[in-house]
């Protein structure tokens, strides 16, 4: 070992035993575990970057409800679901807003 290098464990080496720590291993798998990264809580740190996160919650969960909403299409234009579960499906979305007043549905 250069003269230069921390041995394993000493001033931020990682450890035999730690590294250990951090192996998955799937029962029904094949392939070997591969280490897994140490999971950190991450804080904003700013009222930017708290409001930012924020943005990035709420467009995962819009992208999500789209997704949800585009697989009812699909299912009601391919005979998957009838009439009645696909307006049951769209009344539970947050964005349904009937088009017509006292219509059809």
Known sequence: ???NENPAGANGG???K???ATLIIPEDSLRPARAQ????????TTRREYLLSEIR?????????????????????????SEEDALAE???SPFFRPIVDGGIV
Do not use: F
């Open 1 to 3: 070992m250069p003269p």
């Open 14 to 16: 990682v450890s035999e």
């Open 37 to 44: 990264a140490p999971r950190r809580a991450v804080h904003p």
């Open 57 to 81: 919650v709420a467009v995962a969960l819009t992208d999500c409800e789209k997704n949800h909403l585009t697989v009812i299409g699909v299912a009601l234009k391919g005979g998957m679901i």
């Open 90 to 92: 769209l009344r539970t």
């Open 18 to 20: 730690d590294h250990a």
